[in-house]
C-alpha cells in the first residue's frame, strides 16, 4: 500500500500505482483539502475571484452573478469539450485521472473533498474519462483535454469501462456511483493544470528508461558476440572524462559483461605480445556503433535524469489558477498552469529517444553488412545466398 500526500510521489511509485499496486491517501492531505474548500467558501464572498465570479480568459473583465456562479462552473467545462482524434489509450487516460487526484489533495484548489472522493472511486473502479489526444494548445495548462476529464467527473461524455467505450451516464447509475455537483470552483480547478500533460510526460519518461536499459544491454552484447576489445567499458579510459552519464554508462555496461569475460583483452592481444604481421585480422578499434557506448548512451543518460526530476517535481506540484493558499489567508493569481517546464522536457526526450533509435540503425547496419562485421552471412542469412534472404527485407 502506497500513501500519497501530494509532496512525495516519485516516479517509481507512479508507475507501481499504474500497475495497480493499491494506495490511500493520507489524512492529513484529506484535512488539507476540507480546510481549503472551508477557507474559499468565506473568503470568495464579496471580493473578485477569477473563474469564481468573472468569466474565463478574455472575458474575464465581466463580473457574474452569485446565483450564475455555478452555471458558470458547468459552462466552462461544457464548452471545453471540444477535443478532436483519437482517444489517449486508457493507460494515459488512467494515468492522467491518478495525476489529477494527486494534484488535487495538496489543498490548493480549493476544491471540496466530494471531488476527491469521486476521482479515487473511478481510478479504483478502471473507470477512465475518454481524452481525445487534440485540441489542448499547454499555454493555458490542458483545458481541452481536462475538460473531458471533468466532463466524466459531472456524469456526462464516454468512458472507458470493462475494455470498451460507454457512456459515462450509463456506467454511474451501474456502478452506483453519483456525478459530482459543482460547488464553488470545481470546473476551472480541474481544468486548469498540466496534469494531463505530466502524465503523459511521466509514462513516456518511464518507458525512455526502460529503452536505455534495453539500448545499453544489446549493445554490450554486441560486443561480445563479435568479441571487440572491452577497454572501451573500462574504468581507466572512462574516468578521465568528467561526464557523470559516460562513467555510469561504462559502469554499468562492465557489471553487466562480468568485467567483459567474453570480450577480448587488448592487454593480452596486442601489448603482451609481438605483432609481426602487416595486416592485422582484428580490427584494432572497432566502429563506433561498437566503441563508443558509454559516449553515446552517457549524454542520454544524463538527459533522462533532469528530464525525469523535472517531472517528478511538476508531479508534486499546484499548477492550478488561482492558487488558495490557507496559511496566508489569501488566492493568489498567476500562471501555474503553463506547460513549459513539461514541453521542453519532453523536446529533449524527443531528441535523445531518437540518438538511442539511430544507434541501434547502425548496430542493426552492422550485423547485416557482411563487409563491415565480417564474420557474418550478407543480412545473418543461414540459407543458401541469392535464394535465401535472412533479415533482408527486416532491415
Excluded at 467527473?153 to 460507454?166: A, D, S
Excluded at 602487416?278 to 535524469?305: A, F, M, N, W
Excluded at 542493426?364 to 562485421?373: C, P, Q
Aim: with cysteine; hydrophobic share 40%; aromatic share 8%.
Amino acid at each position: 500500500m502506497i500513501v500519497v500526500d501530494g509532496y512525495s510521489l516519485t516516479l517509481g511509485k507512479f508507475k507501481d500505482i499504474l500497475e495497480t499496486v493499491p494506495f490511500t491517501i493520507a489524512d492529513q492531505s484529506l484535512e488539507k483539502v476540507q480546510k481549503s474548500f472551508d477557507f474559499l467558501d468565506d473568503f470568495s464572498k464579496k471580493k473578485v475571484i477569477y473563474g469564481i465570479n468573472t468569466g474565463f480568459g478574455p472575458m474575464a473583465q465581466y463580473k457574474i452573478d452569485a446565483e450564475d456562479q455555478i452555471s458558470l462552473q458547468y459552462n466552462i467545462i461544457r464548452s471545453h469539450s471540444s477535443g478532436l482524434g483519437n482517444y489517449l489509450e486508457e493507460p494515459y487516460a488512467r494515468a492522467v485521472l491518478f495525476n489529477l487526484l494527486h494534484t488535487m489533495i495538496r489543498g490548493f484548489s480549493g476544491v471540496h473533498p466530494e471531488l476527491i472522493d469521486l476521482l479515487q472511486e473511478m481510478y479504483q473502479r478502471h473507470i477512465t474519462p475518454c481524452i481525445p489526444m487534440h485540441g489542448g494548445v499547454g499555454a493555458s495548462g490542458d483545458l481541452v483535454q481536462l475538460a473531458h476529464v471533468a466532463l466524466g467527473l459531472i456524469g456526462e461524455g464516454e468512458v472507458f469501462y470493462k475494455n470498451e467505450v460507454q457512456s459515462t451516464e450509463k456506467v454511474f447509475k451501474a456502478v452506483g456511483l453519483n456525478p459530482f455537483q459543482l460547488k464553488i470552483r470545481e470546473g476551472i480547478a480541474v481544468m486548469n493544470g498540466t496534469t494531463a500533460m505530466t502524465a503523459v510526460a511521466a509514462l513516456n519518461i518511464l518507458k525512455a528508461q526502460a529503452a536505455l536499459e534495453w539500448s545499453l544491454a544489446l549493445s554490450v552484447m554486441l560486443n561480445e558476440m563479435m568479441e571487440a576489445y572491452g577497454d572501451h567499458f573500462s574504468e581507466g579510459l572512462n574516468r578521465v572524462k568528467r561526464q557523470n552519464g559516460q562513467q555510469i554508462i561504462a559502469q554499468a555496461a562492465r557489471r553487466f559483461s562480468g568485467d567483459g569475460t567474453l570480450m577480448q583483452s587488448r592487454e593480452q592481444a596486442l601489448y603482451q605480445r609481438n605483432v609481426e604481421s602487416e595486416y592485422i585480422e582484428h580490427k584494432v578499434q572497432e566502429y563506433y556503433s561498437l566503441r563508443c557506448i558509454p559516449q553515446i548512451l552517457g549524454p542520454i543518460y544524463d538527459t533522462l535524469l533532469n528530464v525525469a526530476q523535472i517531472i517528478e517535481n511538476e508531479l508534486n506540484s499546484t499548477t492550478d489558477n488561482p492558487i488558495v493558499d490557507v496559511e496566508a489567508e489569501t488566492v493568489f493569481h498567476g500562471g501555474n498552469f503553463h506547460g513549459d517546464y513539461i514541453s521542453l522536457e519532453m523536446d529533449k526526450l524527443k531528441l535523445v529517444m531518437t540518438r538511442v533509435c539511430m544507434l541501434a540503425e547502425r548496430q542493426i547496419n552492422y550485423l547485416m553488412n557482411s563487409n563491415i562485421n565480417q564474420r557474418l552471412q550478407p543480412f545473418i542469412n543461414r540459407g543458401k545466398l541469392g535464394l535465401n534472404f535472412g533479415f533482408q527485407g527486416i532491415q
